[in-house]
């Protein structure tokens, strides 16, 4: 652990069930004070019920999580006014005004008239929006009713913020604009914490928790997931035209070569023994363009999350 | 569990909430299209009084007596008559083909005993089908009895002992008198059951319950908030019922209307609570919408004694029927509207709606749970 920013979470051996089923593995891990923290995983991989443990959404079955300076024992009320929640589904309500939303989640956090007139005129700025403040959400653009619902969730200034897939369902200028704002507020000292199923948004993230079925398999930075999936090097194999029908087969048994996955129309392939690559790569060259890569997130998340359970 | 109950998140969601209902078309109609209704086709369609009961008449007698009994009942005014010439199985066959309700079959010898023995019998032929139609003709039937026997004999039958009938509070006997106060519980019921059993779980299928639980938001606040706007929505509601029960239908208002409005407020808060406990419940706006018809509706309909009395129920349902707040809620409302019954009269029915009340609200409370759980 880094001593030169505070750590913001911290979960300890948190187990969540629900019945008999277990949706969270007991994981621990910590995150540091303005830093955006990627959590990666399948459907059902448990990353929405571990961001409701650590809103005060739900309660542990076992474990520890501690927002800033405040544990769960001390109580879930004292989390909430510590983090703001954004979630999957789109909370702010469609038939009140931008106004009357931000004054009603105001008011159940207790925030004062002055101090969210202040925070309105802050937050507007902030996601640049420029429509009367009195326009129904539902006559909102999908991209700025999510930057909107943003601003609600930090309307009482949290010290940590939980985005549980925001972009879901917009479109990629849209998305731009939302992840610029999330590394403003990184940058402005606010913890994020966001859950995505866009590769191209996890790898906008300073470290990555990869999920499945309740565990986390990976939890390293970009740079170091890629190091560490990938020690041997990886190929592109693009298919000149046509080539023999077990050529693929013949590769994949092949003991100097550890994989080879479709992607699209081409290939990847990850070497095993690259002492007798050059061999091989000569053999297949007359049916493949071939060419080394630098692995993708998505080629580590395929490797860790989906070749691990083949 | 710490209990912390803050006023202003109380009422920001009752205000949010007054947004909803102002901005959402469907909200508004039903809750003041379907009083109207309710009373309009309650307060006109509904009569327990049958005039123009189909009775066919088979005079094999054909005398003046017989001719006598016929006038009798044309002149009750009940009745419509229908005469047949053919054969005792027309009269028969009417009944079957429901062109009449009754058949009164006059025999041969019909004058001659009468004025032979003093005694003649007849025979009068009921549609057994329809139960609540033949009670309503055997209650008439006594009284043209002794028409009958007055016009044939020009002399009245005395009984042994004779019953000096009076209705109190109702003395026509009026359906809508009956039916109105009643109406006020069954529209209630149904406006504020629907209303409120689709608000929570509106809010957990737009995501927005979310949204309160990671606030600081207690249940009681989010209840209680949810209550405010619906209350008053009710009680213009009944409002209106008691206008038009007085302007339309002509019922005197016998009792203290001031008390006459803390039980409707009471009933109204109990309902809204089984409203909102099926909200909570069900997180579903369909399922919670059916739900609430049939726990809201059928009771105060069937068993409050609305229209059946719940004393002729059978014990077991008698006993039921007491955790209905509806059945108290019809006792104040009919003792209050046409009996003057006051605080005193009322006291168990009162007493057992607070009871009820409270239940529904603390179990609403309780039940709502603070996490999510799926």
């Not at chain 1, 930090?154 to 939980?162: K, M, N, Q, V």
């Not at chain 1, 191209?200 to 990869?210: F, H, K, S, T």
């Not at chain 2, 006109?44 to 007698?61: M, Q, R, W």
Request: charged fraction near 20%.
């Amino acid at each position: 652990m880094t001593a030169s920013e505070p750590t913001s979470v911290s979960v300890n051996n948190l187990t969540v069930k629900f019945g008999d089923f277990t949706a969270v593995k007991n994981i621990s891990f910590t995150v540091q004070k303005g830093e955006i923290f990627g959590f990666l995983g399948a459907n059902g991989a448990g990353k929405t019920t571990t961001i409701r443990v650590l809103c005060g959404l739900l309660t542990p079955t076992s474990g520890h999580v501690q927002i800033t300076d405040i544990s769960s024992e001390q109580g879930i009320e004292a989390m909430k006014s510590k983090v703001g929640y954004m979630s999957q589904k789109f909370t702010l309500y469609n038939d009140l005004t931008i106004e009357e939303n931000f004054a009603f989640t105001a008011s159940l956090r207790k925030i004062s008239k002055a101090k969210l007139k202040q925070r309105t005129k802050e937050l507007l700025e902030f996601i640049n929006f420029k429509k009367p403040i009195n326009t129904l959400v539902k006559d909102l653009p999908g991209g700025i009713k999510q930057q909107v619902s943003l601003a609600a969730s930090i309307l009482h200034d949290p010290e940590i913020l939980f985005l549980d897939e925001p972009t879901a369902g917009v479109t990629p200028v849209a998305r731009a604009l939302f992840w610029a704002l999330i590394r403003k507020l990184s940058s402005n000292g606010k913890t994020v914490f966001v859950t995505t199923h866009y590769m191209d948004e996890a790898e906008q993230c300073g470290r990555i928790a990869l999920m499945r079925t309740g565990e986390i398999i990976a939890l390293d930075t970009l740079q170091n997931l890629k190091d560490n999936t990938f020690p041997d090097p990886l190929y592109e194999l693009n298919p000149k035209n046509s080539m023999p029908d077990d050529l693929l087969q013949n590769l994949r048994n092949n003991p100097s070569i550890a994989s080879v996955e479709s992607y699209g129309m081409k290939y990847h392939l990850i070497v095993r023994d690259p002492d007798k690559w050059d061999n091989v790569r000569n053999e297949i060259s007359n049916y493949f363009d071939i060419r080394q890569i630098p692995p993708s997130l998505e080629d580590v998340f395929i490797r860790l999350v989906e070749g691990d359970s083949r | 569990m710490n209990f912390e109950f803050s006023l202003r998140r109380t009422l920001s969601i009752a205000k949010k909430e007054r947004f909803h209902i102002l901005r959402d078309p469907f909200t508004l109609t039903m809750a003041t299209v379907l009083p109207v209704l309710l009373v309009l086709i309650f307060g006109l369609a509904i009569e327990f009084n049958v005039k123009d009961i189909g009775l066919t008449v088979y005079d094999s007698d054909r005398t003046l007596s017989s001719r006598k009994l016929t006038e009798v009942f044309i002149s009750s005014q009940y009745f419509k008559i229908k005469s047949t010439n053919g054969s005792i199985i027309d009269a028969i066959s009417d009944l079957d083909s429901e062109q009449s309700k009754a058949s009164l079959i006059i025999k041969p010898d019909f004058e001659h005993n009468l004025q032979s023995t003093g005694n003649a019998n007849t025979q009068f032929l009921l549609d057994g089908a329809d139960n609540s139609t033949a009670g309503v003709i055997m209650g008439y039937l006594s009284g043209i009895q002794q028409a009958a026997s007055f016009k044939l004999k020009g002399q009245k039958v005395k009984p042994a002992i004779e019953l000096k009938t009076r209705y109190l509070y109702n003395p026509e006997l009026s359906s809508p008198w009956f039916i109105v106060p009643g109406l006020a519980v069954v529209i209630i019921a149904i406006l504020s059951i629907l209303l409120t059993a689709l608000t929570v779980a509106r809010e957990w299928e737009n995501g927005s319950m979310e949204l309160l639980l990671s606030t600081p938001v207690q249940p009681i606040e989010i209840i209680v908030g949810k209550l405010i706007p619906y209350t008053i929505i009710g009680l213009a509601g009944v409002m209106l019922v008691v206008l038009v029960a007085i302007f339309g239908f002509g019922l005197p208002f016998a009792g203290n209307i001031f008390l006459f409005g803390i039980g409707s407020l009471i009933f109204l808060i109990a309902c809204l609570a089984q409203g909102m406990l099926i909200s909570v419940l069900i997180r579903t706006q369909q399922l919670s919408m059916q739900i609430a018809m049939v726990t809201g509706l059928l009771p105060s309909l069937l068993l409050s004694g609305f229209i059946f009395p719940s004393e002729s129920m059978p014990l077991f349902f008698q006993r039921f029927t007491s955790i209905l707040p509806s059945k108290w809620f019809m006792i104040i409302s009919r003792g209050i509207f046409l009996k003057g019954a006051t605080l005193a009269d009322l006291k168990l029915p009162f007493l057992s709606l607070i009871i009820l009340c409270s239940i529904l609200i603390l179990a609403a409370t309780k039940k709502f749970k603070k996490d999510l759980e799926p």
